[in-house]
């Protein structure tokens, strides 16, 4: 029962003999009046919701006869509203009555209306209204409100910049204080200069001289060359400013000296500091000659690696990890001697593992993947015999519960999903490797068969990106395999994409950031620790930081940011 029910429930039975005392107008001792609307009730009841009433009553308590009280500034509906409130300990918030409301229950401190009506707007929130809400918060000084306002302007800048019709109206203090932020949430500081010019083109006239304030807020240095002497340094409003010439000429300085400087100066600079990122890919275990327990965390904004192992992690190999609802888990795999049914489960935020509820089998290879709130576990093999089983978890109560058989025992597939549903692809059957994919319909419990791959892929990857199913690399012995193919569930066809720029098989495949990066593996003559992402809208693939060890049969999975992950990323 939330807080405000139970005060409810506790105040209902003598309330309610007031509040029909109020209603009848009898034992009123009190009159508040608001444009000439009068409303009866009973002084010790305004001052049980109230700092306010009390002290206005309190010089003249002893007087027998009704007082009355102006109480200007405040509508009679919202008035009607507060003195409700003080009998009834209820009130109907809505979009129309809460700026009202929250007004009148500030300056009355009414705090239990002030309380809910900050619950009301926090529900609220949305790319339409969160800088309205962050004046609001402003105004009444509600640190809770503000940060929440704030954050989700630093997770959703691009689209608060380009739609909220709010964006323009922010001083040129708050929006400073946004675009200066590591947390602010952009891929390329491309947006970030955008932003600041649609800001100034509300309002020239007095905003075109703030352009040499809010430039060196930019990253600038980590924009791309071209674009920052073409676009940034070529714009005509830094152009006429005089202030914005040496922050350009410092720019100029990073992007051209960059590779003379030592290799931590990027993250001292303002102007090149790379922003926190918004998700971190964890990599958790794996395999290279032994079982390790090693966790790396990928920052995608700096492109760098952090270790984050903990010594009490379990050596652990050909698992599956998910990250569901604020924790990662790592389900069956082996653990350098068995091969086991445990599910261990790890909170990002306090660092710390618990044991879980173990699958039935003991596991290794499984796919798993969430959907719904539950965490589905298919296939692998147990003393390499495959499976075409599948569990499904539910973290609230624990417990495992085995669902309808896949159509093929599945060993070294890999699973993603899409649009409500559970897509398996490839795998090996104990006497080939597999082209076919199955895709799983919860409301029906049951599995169908689909358009199969163009090549059969063991210890392939697979990844659910922009709205289409991924499969990359895998074996087809003897082959390890560098070839990528997607299929779209529109039109029910695979068709080949650029391939890696190396074969892998037993690697990690993870989206973060909007690319989908491929790390680790084996390439067909090693393990490796080469990584590289896929971007989508440019149909090519890039380069990225290598990991700190190479090692395969590891698993991945994304975590959002959440309040402790500047220890999950290069330091700044």
């Known amino acids: 029962m939330m807080a405000h029910d139970m005060e409810r429930v506790l105040m209902s039975p003598a309330f309610e003999v007031f509040n029909k005392l109020r209603l009848a107008g009898q034992l009123c001792d009190v009159v508040l009046i608001t444009d000439g609307v009068q409303f009866n009730a009973h002084r010790v009841i305004l001052c049980g919701c109230s700092s306010y009433f009390q002290a206005l009553f309190a010089s003249d308590w002893n ?191 990073v992007i051209y000296d960059l590779h003379d400087e030592s290799p931590f100066s990027d993250f001292e600079n303002p102007l090149i500091r790379p922003r926190l990122p918004s998700e971190i890919l964890l990599a958790v275990g794996g395999w290279n000659m032994h079982t390790t327990n090693c966790i790396d965390a990928y920052d995608t904004r700096a492109d760098r690696w952090v270790d984050i192992t903990q010594e009490e992690q379990s050596n652990l190999a050909g698992h599956g990890t998910v990250y569901h609802d604020g924790f990662v888990y790592c389900i069956g795999g082996f653990d350098g001697q068995n091969f086991i049914d445990t599910v261990r489960r790890y909170d990002p935020i306090t660092r710390a593992w618990q044991q879980m509820a173990p699958i039935h089998w003991q596991g290794c290879n499984v796919s798993v993947v969430v959907l719904d709130g539950l965490i589905y576990a298919m296939g692998g093999h147990i003393g390499f015999w495959p499976l075409d089983i599948v ?65 059969p892929r063991h210890s392939l990857g697979v990844t659910a990106y922009k709205g289409k199913i991924y499969a990359v690399g895998g074996i087809n012995r003897p082959d390890h395999l560098q070839t990528m193919e997607v299929y779209d569930p529109t039109t029910n066809r695979w068709h080949a994409v650029a391939p890696m720029s190396t074969p892998r098989s037993e690697f990690g495949i993870a989206v973060v950031d909007d690319l989908l990066f491929v790390m680790g593996g084996h390439d067909g003559f090693g393990v490796t620790n080469k990584v590289e992402c896929y971007d989508a809208g440019t149909g090519s693939w890039y380069r990225a930081q290598d990991m700190s060890r190479a090692r395969q049969h590891f698993s991945c999975c994304v975590v959002p940011a959440h309040p402790r992950i500047i220890e999950y990323a290069s330091p700044r």
Not at 80 to 101: F, G, K, M, P
Not at 404 to 424: F, P
Request: glycine share 4%.
């Open 63 to 253: 007087d027998s006869g009704k007082r009355e009280y102006q109480l200007p500034g405040i509508s009679p509906e919202t008035l009607r509203q507060v003195i409700e409130y003080a009998y009834t300990y209820s009130v109907v918030i809505t979009a129309d009555n809460v700026e009202n409301l929250l007004a009148a229950a500030d300056y009355l401190s009414v705090l239990g209306i002030v309380q809910r009506c900050y619950d009301f707007l926090h529900e609220q929130l949305c790319l339409n209204n969160c800088i309205g809400l962050l004046k609001i918060a402003d105004v009444y000084c509600v640190n809770e409100l503000h940060q929440s306002a704030f954050n989700f302007i630093l997770k959703n800048f691009k689209e608060v910049a380009i739609s909220s019709n709010e964006f323009p109206e922010l001083s040129l203090e708050q929006l400073s204080d946004i675009i200066e932020q590591d947390e602010l949430n952009v891929r390329e500081e491309d947006v970030v200069f955008d932003a600041i010019l649609r800001w100034i083109e509300h309002e020239p006239a007095t905003r075109e001289a703030h352009i040499s304030v809010l430039l060196p807020k930019i990253r600038m240095a980590r924009m791309d060359p071209e674009y920052f002497m073409k676009i940034v340094k070529a714009n005509d409003l830094v152009k006429a400013n005089a202030a914005c010439r040496p922050i350009i000429t410092d720019v100029m300085k």
């Open 391 to 455: 569990e499904c978890y539910n973290p609230k109560t624990n417990e495992w519960t085995q669902l309808e058989s896949m159509n093929e025992r599945r060993n070294d597939a890999s699973a993603t999903t899409l649009n409500g549903k559970i897509y398996i692809c490839g795998g090996h059957n104990g006497t080939e490797s597999l082209s076919t994919v199955e895709c799983f319909d919860p409301l029906t419990n049951e599995w169908s068969l689909i358009t199969p791959m163009s090549t």
